[in-house]
């Protein structure tokens, strides 16, 4: 008996038919989504920084003109700092050259950003980027009001968000082509009075000019637009109408 279920079983895994047949695939999984768009990589963008293109640019003007400025009164401080670490920064001529460079061609783009949109705007904004200057500014003021080693500790670990090189190139870009409108559709111009560009702007923040301001020079007057012409003005009408058949000169007196 025992021997004919073991053959029994022995047949059965034998035969393929008889074999348990496996069940469906099972569906493919289903792809992942894609991921959501991150934050700009980088130094992000402070609470409290303007989200308009325009005052932006002015912002991250302000708080990189006043980074360059404290690096002069700082650099002492950065190679005693520098000195404790072993750093190869104290066999430069100047501590952070290069980064130094980077910064001044930096702050020239967003120098030239707001500028072109300011050329740009049919109405004055300059009054907005001076204020944006003055708050990037500001945003230093706590490390100024420590000590110097402190303040140059700050400037070490300081980053321009990276958000303002990019909005800054795109405000230029869009700035110019509105510029180009403004200028096809106007020849005389159509962009509205020149207004201060940042770097006069910025001169400005905090400090009392040293002379006063020269005196404006006064616009040039317009000419008068011609007359349309009419009958009082018979030059302009002789000119309009077309012209007559031609009369004759007066036959010379004759001799007597």
Known sequence: MASAIVLALFLLAADPAA????????????????????????????????????????????????????????????REIDALFGSS??????????????AQVELRVLASAVEAA??????PIAGRGLAAIKQGRSIWTPAEEKTRRELARAWLTWGLPDACDARARQLEAKAKLLGTALTYNNP???????????AASAATVGAAPDSPPAAAAAPPVPAPA??????????????????GPETPPPAPPRDR
């Open 89 to 102: 920064v104290n066999n430069e001529a100047e501590p952070y050259a290069d980064d130094m460079k980077a």
């Open 188 to 198: 005389d111009g159509g962009a509205g009075p020149s207004q201060p560009g940042p």
């Open 19 to 78: 074999a348990p047949t496996a069940g469906p695939a099972p569906p493919p999984a289903p792809a992942a989504a894609p991921a959501a768009p991150t934050a700009e990589a980088g130094e992000p963008l402070p609470p409290g920084a303007p989200q308009g293109d325009y005052e932006l640019a002015a912002w991250c003007y302000g708080a990189m003109s006043e980074y360059l400025d404290i690096y002069q009164r700082v650099k002492p401080d950065l």
């Open 226 to 243: 011609p007359a349309p012409a009419s009958a009082a003005d018979p030059i302009g009408a002789a000119l309009d109408a077309p012209p």
């Open 118 to 123: 300011e050329k740009a705007s049919a109405e």
